[in-house]
């Protein structure tokens, strides 16, 4: 492939995806309660789970470092590359996207990093759009495009059931936290520019769940789509989401991916997370 694709690990994409589709992913590392682990090799969502529903919880999340970059782009490109397109978590929530930076400026114009602005699938298909154009002989300015054009066209919505796993790590600030709190609202968030936003509020999970579905149609508009449904610990509500999205959406619904939040957005989001990522086709 003359331009290999790069990812981290809050992609979120099945095993089998990151194999037909050659990508190299890089994984964030997780410490929760002392012990450090990489996410989805070492440390994994039951892991965060445990963790979070203890009486002591120490949770933090750290980018990759620049070296682990720098040297999984050298060796890409060493191994017959010609060129690498390094798609990442939103700037506004890790430092990886500075961390892919400071490696790409080391190896001068063939390397090319990409901020999804997003993260789980609002990550992965973006990704999935960079490496169906590698695939298809792209060249670098071609395939980092197609990135940036998927981008555009993903939106992200979750539903948490408090506050203050975001507020705990800095991804929310307090007075929002504590006004959810007294408030006991349930509330549901979206990523406009790459940060965390509260977009709604509703009073029980189930009405969470059903404000995800619409606030999800409404994304799709008139498009064809694909979708992402990510959970943490709770099953039940991807497939409530799920199958109310396949029963509103029809026969303009194409590829559908559900997978369980890794350690990483785990930490971040807590136990109850419900997510809905919307990608229109071009």
Do not use: C, W
Not at 70 to 89: F, I, K, M, Q
């Amino acid at each position: 492939m003359p331009v290999a694709v790069v990812t981290d690990s809050t992609a979120y994409l099945p095993p089998e995806l990151v194999r037909a589709h050659r990508l190299t992913v890089v994984p964030l590392t997780v410490v929760l309660n002392g012990a450090e682990g990489l996410e989805g090799i070492e440390t994994f969502p039951a892991d965060a789970t445990r963790v979070l529903g203890g009486r002591r919880v120490s949770v933090s999340t750290s980018r990759p470092a620049p070296e682990q970059f720098a040297r999984t782009y050298r060796e890409l490109l060493d191994g017959g590359a010609d060129a690498v397109v390094s798609v990442h978590l939103s700037a506004e929530l890790s430092g990886t996207v500075e961390a892919a930076q400071l490696a790409a400026a080391e190896l001068g114009d063939r390397v090319e990093v990409v901020d999804s602005r997003s993260t789980g699938m609002g990550l992965g298909f973006p990704v999935l759009a960079a490496a169906t154009a590698a695939a298809a002989g792209a060249d670098l300015p071609e395939v980092r495009q197609a990135a940036l054009d998927a981008v555009d066209r993903t939106t992200i919505y979750f539903y948490v059931d408090t506050l203050e796993f975001l507020r705990r790590g800095g991804r929310i600030n307090a007075a929002e936290a504590l006004l959810g709190t007294a408030l006991s609202v349930k509330p549901i968030m979206h990523m406009p520019d790459g940060a965390i936003v509260v977009r709604d509020k509703v009073r029980t999970a189930s009405r969470g769940v059903a404000r995800l579905v619409d606030l999800a149609v409404e994304a799709a508009g008139d498009a064809e789509v694909d979708l992402g449904v990510h959970h943490l610990a709770a099953p039940q509500r991807a497939a409530q989401l799920l199958a109310a999205l396949t029963e509103r959406l029809g026969d303009r619904l194409h590829d559908t991916y559900v997978s369980e939040a890794g350690a990483v957005v785990a930490a971040h989001a807590g136990p109850g997370l419900a997510s809905v990522v919307v990608h229109r086709r071009p």
